[in-house]
């Protein structure tokens, strides 16, 4: 069963505090990872789209890279302003069929 | 650009009455909408995908005469919550793609989100 699994569920951190965030996944035939971050009461933002496993993508303190089973979005030096909900999703395609499946999200909080 | 927008972004309606969201890309045209329930600190449960010009393809275990779907333009879905009940209060969300065809796509943008209460 195709499955996307966050962690940890929270996580705190001090202000320059870097840290990572986990998405494992098992799916079939995955066609991309994506990274959203979601503020409370808002719709998902889109962070980073990768591909395939090895490839890395940047923006400013945060960067993302996937392995054939995971990927990680690295928080260099986080801000206040980082905390939010951080969430990945995993589309996967069987035949004809396309699916993108959610993680539950990892909450993030940054204090200064 | 890939901006979507949502309109309303709060509503509040007694119960039996019915409810319509609209979401808009507003520089871009989306062949295909996405429409998503989220609960509290829970993820996006994906409701339906809008296909433009066609019927829209419901998740399994989503009333689709319950909510009605039509996506009658490129740049323009609307999801009717028809004879609303408290349970259906929730945050109700809406994505396209901006590059992808018609059963395809890749990264989604969302809209603000709508939040719904039915009292």
């Known amino acids: 069963e195709d499955q996307v699994t966050q962690s940890p569920e929270a996580l705190r951190l001090q202000e320059g505090e870097s840290s990572s965030l986990n998405c494992s996944y098992t799916?079939?035939?995955?066609?991309?990872l994506f990274w959203y971050r979601q503020d409370p009461g808002k719709g998902p933002e889109f962070l980073f789209t990768?591909?395939?496993?090895?490839e890395e993508k940047e923006k400013e303190r945060l960067k993302a890279t996937l392995t054939k089973k995971e990927s990680f979005l690295h928080i260099t030096a986080p801000k206040p302003e980082d905390s939010a909900t951080y969430l990945c999703?995993?589309?996967?395609?069987?035949?004809?069929?396309?699916?993108?499946?959610w993680g539950l999200g990892t909450s993030l909080a940054v204090n200064p | 650009g890939a901006v979507v927008s949502q309109h309303p972004s709060r509503v509040i309606c007694k119960s039996g009455t019915s409810v319509k969201i609209e979401c808009r890309s507003l520089?871009?045209?989306?062949?295909?909408m996405f429409w998503y329930r989220q609960f509290p600190k829970q993820s996006l449960m994906l409701m339906a995908t809008?296909?433009?010009?066609?019927?829209?393809?419901?998740e399994q275990g989503v009333e689709k005469d319950k909510f009605l779907i039509n996506h009658a333009s490129l740049t323009l879905s609307t999801l009717t919550v028809t004879s609303a009940h408290p349970e259906d209060s929730s945050f109700y969300i809406c994505?396209?793609?901006?590059?992808?065809?018609?059963?395809?796509?890749?990264?989604?943008?969302f809209g603000p989100g709508t939040r719904l209460t039915v009292l």
């Open positions: 994505s396209a793609d901006p590059r992808g065809k018609r059963g395809s796509y890749n990264e989604q943008f």
């Open positions: 520089d871009f045209q989306a062949t295909t």
């Open positions: 809008s296909n433009e010009g066609s019927k829209a393809t419901y």
């Open positions: 799916v079939s035939g995955l066609r991309g």
């Open positions: 990768l591909y395939s496993a090895g």
């Open positions: 999703a995993a589309l996967s395609e069987a035949g004809n069929n396309r699916k993108l499946i």
